[in-house]
């Protein structure tokens, strides 16, 4: 706990299906949630948190802009809300065959996911250490073990993993864990903005033979920022409903 004598979640990407999954989840908790995301598509979710008597609060933030972060951190230690659980789900993305990446994209989706992943372990790190404790969920996917037309996106997902066990390296002497939740396709996520045929070819890779829930990934961030999980560190959890066995092997 912080402070306020309450854990405070900073959620990137947290307008999205599984960052709004992962937000209720934390707040129910009774977590105070700082849902962030670009423009103001965090407001409506900390909105519809605190209607239900949950605590929480938005903030308008690109992770890639180190400016940006560095504002954020500002203003939550302000406020005394410096964070307890930093979890990284932001990203945006274009995929291409190997042939047709353009630099543009290449550069983008790096930025958003492992840029704005390291910027925001670089930003709150500090505190967690100074606290000693701190937990940070990092997000990869399925794809990161390779993946046809993803050759931006499988190159962001494998950087986010070893940032991950890096971090974990380092961190681990300050009582901070550093670990990655991997999902396959999500239902609401950028599984449903894939063609049909891409769609259907991940299903078929899928001995679940279906796409997760939010929640069903959600809970699996909680895991990973509890008390509880005190002594895992630098691991990836594949929660994908057995994608990663083989699957684009």
């Known amino acids: 706990m912080n402070e306020t004598g309450v854990d405070v979640y900073v959620v990137t990407g947290g307008a999205g299906g ?17 849902v962030v995301d670009i423009g103001e598509s965090a407001v409506s979710v900390a909105e519809e948190l605190t209607a239900r008597g949950l605590s929480a609060e938005a903030a308008s933030c690109d992770v890639s802009r180190r400016e940006e972060i560095e504002a954020l951190r500002a203003r939550l230690t ?24 353009t630099e543009e ?21 500090p505190a967690m250490k100074e606290r000693g404790y701190g937990r940070i969920v990092n997000t990869s996917s399925v794809a990161a073990r390779g993946s046809p037309t993803g050759m931006s996106y499988v190159a962001a997902k494998g950087a986010i993993e070893a940032m991950t066990r890096t971090a974990a390296i380092e961190l681990a002497r300050h009582g901070i864990t550093v670990n990655c939740v991997a999902p396959g396709g999500v239902d609401g996520g950028m599984f449903r903005m894939q063609p049909e045929k891409a769609q259907e070819q991940m299903l078929s890779r899928t001995p679940m033979r279906r796409v997760a829930e939010p929640d069903e990934i959600a809970v699996c961030y909680m895991f990973l920022a509890s008390r509880g999980a005190s002594f895992v560190t630098g691991q990836t959890l594949y929660a994908c409903g057995g994608a990663s066995i083989g699957a684009f092997l």
């Open 18 to 34: 599984l960052g709004r999954a992962l937000c209720a989840r934390a707040a129910n908790g009774g977590a105070h949630v700082v």
């Open 78 to 101: 302000e406020s005394r809300r410096v964070p307890t659980v930093v979890a990284n789900l932001a990203g945006a993305t274009r995929n291409a065959p190997l042939v047709d990446v």
């Open 105 to 125: 994209d290449f550069d983008l989706t790096l930025a958003t996911h492992a840029r704005g992943t390291l910027n925001m372990m670089w930003a709150f790190a």
